[in-house]
Nanobody, 121 residues
Framework: QVQLVESGGGLVQPGGSLRLSCAASGSIFTIYTMRWYRQAPGKQRELVASIGASGTTYYADSVKGRFTISRDNAKSTVHLQMNSLKPEDTAVYYC???????????????WGQGTQVTVSS
């Protein structure tokens, strides 16, 4: 029905950059909120960045000034540009969408499968 597919993870040195992408597909009517979460080993999943349908953004304090979230509504995609990466950014990054499917009356949560980001020298 609805799938979220992430791409762009990998291994990068401290100070480097990566760009994550997430494409939503299926019977989608409207995507409201799009977010990136991350989960490091032994830690709880945390919200990294969020973008609303109108483009309003939110960033966790730990990534402000380094990460930028953006969306392409025509392509149902969300991106996370990550600059000045630090070892503590190492985690599995998950895409999240709050959306309404075609012919549906409810709005629901959808998650991607996750993509590994490792920051190490």
């Amino acid at each position: 029905q609805v799938q979220l597919v992430e791409s762009g993870g990998g291994l990068v040195q401290p100070g480097g950059s990566l760009r994550l992408s997430c494409a939503a597909s299926g019977s989608i009517f409207t995507i409201y909120t799009m977010r990136w979460y991350r989960q490091a080993p032994g830690k709880q999943r945390e919200l990294v960045a969020s973008i609303g349908a109108s483009g309003t953004t939110y960033y966790a304090d730990s990534v402000k000034g380094r990460f930028t979230i953006s969306r392409d509504n025509a392509k149902s995609t969300v991106h996370l540009q990550m600059n000045s990466l630090k070892p503590e950014d190492t985690a599995v990054y998950y895409c999240y969408c709050y959306l309404q499917q075609l012919r549906a009356t409810s709005v629901d949560d959808y998650w991607g499968q996750g993509t590994q980001v490792t920051v190490s020298s």
